[in-house]
C-alpha cells in the first residue's frame, strides 16, 4: 500500500510539473509573462541513446528558464497568485559569464564526449544554461 500510495504521488506530482509548465506558456503566450523560455528541458534534444544519461546526471532538466531577474520574479509572482505550485528558475543574465566556457572545446580522457556536447540545442542564447546544468560531465 504504500509503495502504491508512493507511485500514486510521484504521478500527481509529475503531472503538476507538466500542469505547471503548460500555465507559465500559457501566461507567457498572453502576454502576461515575459523573458520566459520554458522548460530546460523541453528547449534542446539529445539522441536517444543519450537519454537516461542526460535524465540522471542533470537534474536542471526541470528548472524554468527565463532572461532577467526579474522575469523569475513575475513567474513565481504568477506561480504564487493562481496556487500552481514552486518551481526553480535558471536565469539567463547570470549565467552568460559560462558562454565562454561552453564554447571551449575541451580535451578528455580517453576522447570521451562531454554531455553539454551532445545537446542539440534549440537556440544560441540558451547555451550558457545548458552548460551550468552540465558543465564538463563526461559520457562513457
Do not use: W
Amino acid at each position: 500500500r504504500e509503495r502504491v500510495a508512493g507511485l500514486r504521488a510521484d504521478v500527481q506530482s509529475s503531472g503538476n510539473a507538466s500542469g505547471l509548465i503548460v500555465a507559465l506558456m500559457t501566461a507567457r503566450a498572453k502576454g502576461e509573462l515575459t523573458g520566459l523560455y520554458g522548460r530546460l528541458g523541453d528547449l534542446g534534444s539529445i539522441d536517444a541513446k543519450y537519454d537516461v544519461a542526460v535524465s540522471t546526471a542533470v537534474s536542471a532538466l526541470d528548472y524554468i528558464v527565463v532572461e532577467t531577474t526579474s522575469d523569475a520574479q513575475r513567474c513565481v509572482e504568477y506561480l504564487r497568485k493562481h496556487n500552481l505550485g514552486v518551481a526553480t528558475c535558471l536565469i539567463l543574465e547570470k549565467q552568460r559569464r559560462l558562454a565562454q566556457q561552453a564554447a571551449e572545446k575541451v580535451k578528455t580522457p580517453e576522447g570521451c564526449p562531454r554531455l553539454y556536447d551532445l545537446i542539440n540545442i534549440k537556440d544560441v542564447a540558451l547555451r550558457p544554461a545548458f552548460f551550468f546544468a552540465c558543465g564538463n560531465t563526461l559520457v562513457t
